[in-house]
Structures are given as C-alpha cells and as structure tokens.
C-alpha cells in the first residue's frame, strides 16, 4: 500500500510544479501581451501628432526667404536706377567702297585681303596706253586751238586799221565820182545850150553817157561808202570772231584736262587709312568704270546702340559709357554718348511702317544713339564693323 500511495505523491508533485511552470508560462505570457498593447497605445499616440500640422518653422523659413529677396531686390534697384543698357547694340563705322572710274585691264595690283594701307598708298594700276593717246590727241586739239585764236587776234589788229581806211577811201571815192557828176553834167548842159548847128549829134551822145556813167558812179560811189560806215560792226565781228577761237581754246584745254584726269584714273589709290575687305579684283582682270573693287573699312570706330523709346528721358550727349564686346570677353572699353539719331530706327527703314489702319498694336520703338570710343583701341584686337556690343549707359 505504502508503494502505490508513493508514486502517487511523486506524481502530484510533478503536477504541482507543472502546474507552477504553466502559470509562469502565463505570466509571461500576460506580461507580453501588455508589453504589445503598451506599443500599440504608443503608436497611436504618434500618428495623433503628425496630423497636428506642420508647425511654424516653414513659414519662418518663407518669411526668411521673402525678406532676402525683397533686400536683394531693393538693392539690385539701387545700384542700376541710374544706368540703362541694351543687347541691341553694334560696331559702326565708315566702309568707303572703292570703283574705278575708267576701264581697262589690271596690269598691277599691290593689295591683299585684310591688309591695312594708309591714305595715298597705290591700290592698283590699270592700262594707261589708250588715256596716254587721248591726252596726246588733247594736247594736238588744244595747239590748233590757240593758233587759230593768234590768228583772230591778228585779223582783229588788221581790222581795227583796215576798216576806217576803207571808210576814208570810201567817202573820198564819193567826191570824185559827185565831182566827175558835175563836170558830166556841165558838158551835157553845153551841149544842149548851143546851136544845133554848132555841135554834132555825136557831142551830144557823148555828153549824154557820161553824164549818166558820172551819176551811176555816184550811187556806187556812195554804196560803197554806206559799206565802209559800218566800221564799229565789222571790228565786233572781229573781236566775236577772236572770242569764238578763244572759247575753242577753252574746250580744247577742257577735254585736255579731262584726258589727264582719265589717265591719272588708272592708278586707284586709297583715299583714307583703313583696312581692305571685300576684294573682288585679281591682276589682269577687266574693270567695268563704277564697279565695286572692294571696301577701305576706316579705323575710327563707334558703337550704334537701338535703345527702347521709354529709355531715352534722361539720356543725355556725353553720358559715360562702359562697353562690353562680344568678341573679346575681356576687353573693356569706355566711352560716351555723341548723339541721338532724331527718329526711331523704323521711321528710316526701306519700308516704314503704316500705322494709319484700324488694327493698330502699339509696339515700343527702338531709337539709335550714337556712342564714341573713348578708350584706345587695342591693335591686336581690332574691332570690326557689325560685332556685337553691350552698352551701359550711367545716366545723370
């Protein structure tokens, strides 16, 4: 009995402590589940606060911001108020297109592409043989010329003492032949006063003719005489005369001059210093007379700027200006406003616009304003015509 009721006791102390080892299973088991149900009410709480909103720190970060810009903006003002500039802008300068004024063939050229030559410096020669004869046939012209004008002068020395003898001579003819009038006449009155008886009839025919031959050489007599009157016309004759060969010595030294100019024509030089471009001509070539040969681009330089009409109120000649080429970054140049062109840049177009139509758009104009260089220009960087520039103009 004592055998069986002792494995009985073993075994409810096994149970007991099986039983304790369930209820700390329990234990642990509930304090888990409240560790877990801890953590869910911890989460929950944080979702509760991220719906609250964003808070006050972005809206001091945007003010911060604004503020900034406001400054920077309000400084920005500050320092450009008084300055204006446009990207509108370009070098200008004189391009002098160089034509020849004869024709003829190149036999000389002494000019490259881009090549810098001064004023009077020879360009090119053409053939002078045909302009050389047309000066030597002037020349031949204007030697007839002022022969026959020295032989007018001498005619009119002549007529000055010819004409007034004539005119002497003349009236003296008148008195001979009005005096052999009279001796005609008194013959034939002789003859007609006597007897019949005392003349012959052959006297009388004879008194007859030469009173007539005495009165026909009066009147020529005295034609000849109104001929030899016109003394002061037949000396203006003469001097016109002289004039009409003095003129003739004019235009022969006129197309004289003119064949020189046209052989001196032959040698094209520069009329400015200045840089070649735009070369079309080759040694050999014929030149037509007004063609363009090629361009002398003048070294004094300008900037043309196109700034806005709303732009112009306080611009003023003689404003600073600072310049900024295109071409050359770094290159800083100086200058200052020399006028203002007294029209928008649309007025002087090839096509000005018609703005006299019911569909009218306002648009703001661009006026030219002419700006000199102060600043040397540097020689390894030279500034040809049409690159861009940026001008800033300070205004007073």
Same mark, same amino acid.
């Given at each position: 009995?004592? $055998?069986?009721?002792?494995?009985? %006791?073993? *075994?409810? =102390? +096994?149970? /007991?402590?099986?039983?304790? &080892?369930?209820?700390? $299973?329990?234990?642990?088991?509930? %304090?888990? *589940?409240? =560790? +877990?149900? /801890?953590?869910?009410?911890? &989460?929950?709480?944080?979702?509760?606060?991220?719906?609250?909103?964003?808070?006050?720190?972005?809206?001091?970060?945007?003010?911060?911001?604004?503020?900034?810009?406001?400054?920077?903006?309000?400084?920005?003002?500050?320092?450009?108020?008084?300055?204006?500039?446009?990207?509108?802008?370009?070098?200008?300068?004189?391009?002098?297109?160089?034509?020849?004024?004869?024709?003829?063939?190149?036999?000389?050229?002494a000019?490259?592409?881009?090549?810098?030559?001064?004023?009077?410096?020879?360009?090119?020669?053409?053939?002078?043989?045909?302009?050389?004869?047309?000066?030597?046939?002037?020349?031949?012209?204007?030697g007839l010329a002022e022969s026959q004008l020295n032989a007018a002068l001498v005619q009119l020395d002549i007529a000055r003492v010819q004409y007034p003898a004539q005119y002497l001579q003349a009236k003296a003819q008148t008195s001979s032949a009005e005096a052999n009038l009279k001796q005609a006449q008194a013959a034939w009155e002789r003859q007609h006063s006597v007897d019949q008886r005392a003349t012959s009839q052959q006297n009388i025919d004879t008194a007859d003719a030469q009173q007539q031959t005495a009165r026909a050489n009066v009147q020529q007599a005295h034609a000849q005489e109104q001929t030899a009157s016109l003394v002061p016309q037949q000396i203006r004759q003469t001097v016109a005369t002289v004039e009409e060969r003095r003129q003739q010595v004019q235009q022969a030294e006129a197309q004289l001059?003119?064949?020189?100019?046209?052989?001196?024509?032959?040698?094209?030089?520069?009329?400015?210093?200045?840089?070649?471009?735009?070369?079309?001509?080759?040694?050999?070539?014929?030149?037509?007379?007004?063609?363009?040969?090629?361009?002398?681009?003048?070294?004094?330089?300008?900037?043309t700027a196109n700034f806005k009409e709303t732009q112009l109120e306080r611009m003023r000649p003689g404003d600073k200006v600072d310049l900024e080429v295109d071409a050359y970054s770094k290159l800083e140049l100086h200058g200052h406003i020399d006028s203002v062109q007294l029209g928008s840049g649309s007025r002087f177009s090839a096509f000005p616009a018609e703005n006299a139509t019911g569909n009218f758009v306002k648009i703001v104009q661009r006026v030219p304003v002419k700006i000199v260089i102060d600043s040397a220009l540097p020689r390894d960087q030279p500034l040809g015509l049409g690159l861009s520039v940026t001008p800033k103009v300070y205004l007073k």
């Open positions: 009995m004592s $055998d069986q009721t002792a494995p009985s %006791h073993g *075994d409810e =102390d +096994k149970q /007991g402590e099986s039983g304790k &080892s369930e209820r700390k $299973d329990g234990d642990t088991s509930d %304090h888990s *589940d409240g =560790d +877990k149900n /801890g953590s869910g009410n911890g &989460s929950g709480n944080n979702g509760s606060e991220k719906r609250k909103g964003p808070g006050k720190k972005p809206l001091i970060i945007l003010a911060v911001v604004a503020v900034i810009l406001l400054i920077g903006g309000f400084i920005w003002w500050f320092a450009t108020r008084n300055q204006a500039t446009t990207d509108d802008a370009y070098t200008d300068g004189n391009a002098i297109t160089i034509a020849p004024q004869v024709s003829g063939y190149v036999v000389d050229l000019i490259n592409d881009n090549v810098y030559v001064h004023k009077g410096d020879l360009l090119l020669v053409i053939d002078k043989r045909d302009y050389q004869a047309q000066v030597d046939a002037a020349q031949a012209q204007l001059e003119q064949a020189r100019l046209n052989l001196s024509y032959c040698e094209v030089r520069a009329p400015s210093d200045g840089w070649i471009t735009r070369r079309n001509v080759n040694y050999g070539s014929f030149l037509q007379a007004g063609v363009s040969l090629f361009s002398i681009v003048a070294p004094n330089v300008w900037v």
